[in-house]
C-alpha cells in the first residue's frame, strides 16, 4: 500500500529523501518546461507550424491566429507549471513525488486519449506526439525513484 504522506508530505519543505537521479532529473525537467513555455508565448507562430507542424498556411488567418492564440495560453500554462517546479527546486523538495505523479497523469492523458480522440492534423510528426509516451513513463520511472528511501524501511512507498 501507498503511504499517502509521500505524495502529499505533511510539511512542505525542502527536504528530498528520494534517490538523487529523480532529483536531478526534476531539474533537467523544469529547465525544458520554462524553456518550453517561452517558446510557445514568444514565437510568432506559437510553434503551431514551425514545432508542431500544424499547417497554418492552409487555414483562414482567423483559424490561424486562434490556433497561434491556443498555442499561446498553452505556453502561459506551461509557465505557470515551470514556475512551480522552480519553487519545488529552491524550497519545497518534499513536493516533487506529487509533481511527478501529475506530470506522469498529464502526459498519460495526452498520449493514451488526447492524441487518439481529439488528434490534430499536422504536417509531420510534432515532437510532442513522439515524446508523450516515452516522457510518461521516464516521469513513473522518477515518481518511484523519487518515492524509494534509502535508510527508511518504515518510510518505503509500498509495504
Known amino acids: ?22 532529483l536531478w532529473f526534476f531539474y ?13 508565448l514568444l514565437a510568432a507562430d506559437g510553434g503551431a507550424q514551425s514545432i508542431a507542424t500544424i499547417p497554418l498556411d492552409t487555414y483562414s488567418a482567423e ?36 509533481l511527478y505523479a501529475l506530470g506522469s497523469i498529464e502526459y498519460g492523458v495526452r498520449a ?7 488528434p490534430i492534423e499536422t504536417m509531420g510528426d510534432a515532437p510532442g506526439a513522439i515524446i ?4 510518461m513513463i521516464i ?11 534509502k535508510g527508511h524501511p518504515e518510510r518505503q512507498p509500498f509495504h
Open 1 to 22: 500500500m501507498l503511504d499517502a504522506s509521500l505524495l502529499l508530505p505533511t510539511a512542505i519543505d525542502n527536504t528530498f529523501s528520494g534517490r538523487k537521479a529523480s
Open 112 to 118: 493514451f486519449y488526447i492524441g487518439h480522440y481529439k
Open 63 to 98: 483559424a490561424s491566429g486562434t490556433v497561434i492564440g491556443i498555442f499561446a495560453l498553452w505556453g502561459l500554462s506551461q509557465l505557470v507549471i515551470g514556475i512551480i517546479y522552480l519553487a519545488a527546486c529552491l524550497r519545497y523538495k518534499a513536493l516533487i513525488p506529487l
Open 139 to 149: 516521469l513513473i520511472a522518477m515518481l518511484l525513484l523519487s518515492l524509494w528511501r
Open 132 to 135: 508523450n509516451i516515452p516522457l
Open 28 to 40: 533537467v525537467l523544469t529547465a525544458i518546461t520554462l524553456w518550453r513555455s517561452q517558446h510557445h
